[in-house]
């Protein structure tokens, strides 16, 4: 059984910061790429960042690079998405997945596991 739970989402105004967390329930935690993906209303879930499984590259959609970062804790085994300098156009419900890669993958396909979302509002 693999579950993946984001959390830290909510309401920040333009300019702010989050930080979102994603707990896996994945034994072997390590061997996973880990990415972040969001779905706008109206929009389809379009990639946001991931991170190989040693931490060794990462990978970012232009519309986040140099505002968000991706990190991982393979001890706790979580991932983590820095969230600076958001916009309004950055809200969205955002969403962890898990893949057994040795790259940061941005296909949607390419992950095997999801977990529910959680939302993110950037909003004066």
């Known amino acids: 059984q693999v579950q993946l739970v984001e959390s830290g989402g909510g309401l920040v105004q333009p300019g702010g910061s989050l930080r979102l967390s994603c707990v896996a329930s994945?034994?072997?935690?390590?061997?996973?790429?880990m990415g972040w993906f969001r779905q706008a209303p109206g929009k389809e879930r379009e990639f946001v960042g991931a991170?190989?499984?040693?931490?060794?590259?990462?990978n970012y959609a232009d519309s986040v690079k140099g505002r968000f970062t991706i990190s991982r804790d393979n001890a706790k085994n979580t991932v983590y998405l820095q969230m600076d300098s958001l916009k309004p156009e950055d809200t969205a419900v955002y969403y962890c997945?898990?893949?057994?890669?040795?790259?940061?993958?941005?296909?949607?396909?390419?992950?095997?596991?999801w977990g529910q979302g959680t939302q993110v509002a950037v909003s004066s």
């Open positions: 997945a898990a893949a057994r890669s040795f790259r940061p993958m941005v296909r949607s396909s390419d992950y095997d596991y």
């Open positions: 991170i190989t499984w040693s931490r060794d590259s990462t």
């Open positions: 994945i034994r072997t935690f390590s061997s996973y790429a």
